[in-house]
């Protein structure tokens, strides 16, 4: 235990924990964004989805929101103690220089503001898909997740915090997925340091694929749909789900 806190207190360890926790998010995020995706099939398809994540998987979708949960907190930890050392290493006076970026990207410069965002984020999501405060009226269904989802972006200025979320996640993500394959050793210098094709790719898709849902709800391409329609599919596993369905884990970001 004494060496695991001896590792935890170096800044390298920091480092590799927040490398760690790192593609722990990224493998989460590409793995949700390809379920919330579902949501383009219709009503049957997203709403089995959701069903099958509550009803077959059970215990296990538990065990990975813990693994996920305490990632978050190693992560957001690192991160703060981390900053918290560079300031306090960091010179002052009038003899200091200020520091010009010089090969940094923009995406490395704002990466706390963007995490911080994301934050929020990250909390308001659970309240409005999870904890779902807003889906107490009348209308809701258990077993109808693709209108709850649609509900849910019924109003511009959340849709327009999710947009903006996703923008914040697309600079963490290309800097964060290379930053963390290059503390780790997986990722070799290279003689051009800012090109960093895959982790363009990996953010691109997977912010733009977040922002597709609430997008399209906004304009119409995805609309609501009768109750019944919606609720067909889900009828025959819901008997089987004990455990009442939550939307963020099957759809809408």
Do not use: C
Not at 117 to 140: A, C, D, K, N, Q
């Amino acid at each position: 235990m004494r060496h695991v806190l001896n590792f935890w207190r170096s800044q390298v360890g920091k480092k590799v924990v927040m490398a760690i926790t790192g593609l722990i998010g990224v493998g989460f995020v590409i793995g949700h964004m390809i379920g919330n995706l579902q949501m383009f099939q219709g009503p049957e398809k997203i709403n089995a989805y959701a069903h099958f994540l509550h009803g077959t998987l059970g215990g296990a979708l538990w065990g990975a929101r813990l693994v996920l949960l305490a990632a978050v907190i190693l992560h957001v930890t690192a991160a703060v103690q981390l900053t918290r050392q560079k300031q306090a290493a960091r010179p002052s006076g009038r003899g200091y220089v200020k520091w010009e970026p010089q090969i940094s990207t923009f995406a490395s410069r704002s990466i706390r503001w963007g995490g911080a965002l994301l934050l929020v984020w990250l909390v308001y999501h659970i309240l409005h898909f999870t904890v779902r405060p807003e889906f107490t009226s009348p209308g809701y269904s258990d077993a109808d997740v693709y209108n709850n989802v649609v509900k849910g972006f019924s109003r511009p200025l959340v849709v327009a915090f999710y947009v903006a979320a996703m923008g914040s996640l697309a600079l963490h993500l290309f800097h964060g997925a290379w930053s963390s394959l290059r503390t780790l050793g997986l990722s070799r210098p290279r003689p051009r340091p800012t090109a960093r094709s895959v982790a363009t790719l990996v953010a691109a898709v997977v912010s733009l694929g977040f922002a597709a849902v609430p997008l399209a709800v906004a304009f119409g391409i995805i609309d609501p749909q009768p109750a019944a329609q919606a609720g067909e599919s889900a009828g025959s596993t819901a008997s089987a789900a004990p455990e009442r369905p939550a939307p963020g884990d099957g759809a809408g970001q």
